[in-house]
């Protein structure tokens, strides 16, 4: 366990996050294990997994949380989105949920002039829709399939498909193919690059298993 700085609440979340890394453990465990008052460690704990520090499980036990994962999933997304973009000549990204927002995280952009581009870093409220947005959020999707699409919804003559990342049960991430409409099949980008915006979803959870 790491050494006491004298910052109280940055001590105690470490311990926190020190007591879940070796076992999940729920709030009130947590304040015994601690030495926590009950409604200190409900409040810290509620509070880190709004940040996304911790992820409560089925049985009411707190893990390490998604914010954890997103430096691994960007690193093991940059040849899967370029693998993506070599394959279709479009933009690939992956995204991942900032509070309100969606971050971009990582990014392969489309060689052509005419291209759908995000720069890494940049942030976008959920509420502006988008098949990322409807993937993180996992709104139902009206395809029926695991992808979600968006056709000018957030931007006009563009379209994307975009399928959830998942981490310990919860959507963490989205893998997103991005095109100009008119370089897409007449049938949208979930029937053109579904599967393959699918495919590229399992291998990051598998990534993420042995992170």
């Known amino acids: 366990m790491a050494e006491p700085t004298g910052v109280g609440v940055l001590d105690r ?3 926190i996050l020190d007591a879940v890394e070796a076992a999940p453990r729920g709030a009130s465990e947590l304040a ?3 030495e926590l008052s009950v409604p200190t460690a409900h409040r810290l704990v509620s509070a880190m997994t709004k940040h996304g520090l911790l992820q409560r499980d089925a049985d009411g ?3 390490i949380g998604p914010r954890f994962a997103s430096s691994a999933l960007a690193v093991a997304a940059e040849p899967v989105l370029a693998e993506m973009r070599t394959r279709t000549g479009e933009t690939a ?3 991942v949920l900032r509070g309100e927002d969606r971050l971009c995280v990582a990014s392969a952009e489309s060689r052509e002039e005419l291209r759908a581009a995000v720069p890494v870093g940049t942030a976008l409220p959920l509420s502006a829709r988008g098949s990322a947005a409807k993937a ?3 709104a139902p999707a009206e395809s029926g399939e695991r992808w979600f ?3 000018s919804e ?3 003559q563009l379209c994307s498909v975009s399928t959830g990342v998942r981490y310990r049960g919860a959507v963490v991430a989205a ?3 991005a095109a100009p409409v008119f370089r897409v099949a007449p049938e949208g980008p979930g029937a053109q690059y579904g599967a393959l915006v699918d495919e590229a979803a399992d291998r990051l959870e598998s990534a993420l298993r042995y992170a």
């Open 13 to 15: 979340v470490m311990a």
């Open 32 to 34: 015994r294990t601690l």
């Open 61 to 63: 036990r707190h893990h």
């Open 93 to 95: 990204q992956l995204w």
């Open 136 to 138: 993180l959020t996992n």
């Open 149 to 151: 699409e968006s056709v």
């Open 154 to 156: 957030r931007t006009p």
């Open 175 to 177: 893998v997103c193919l």
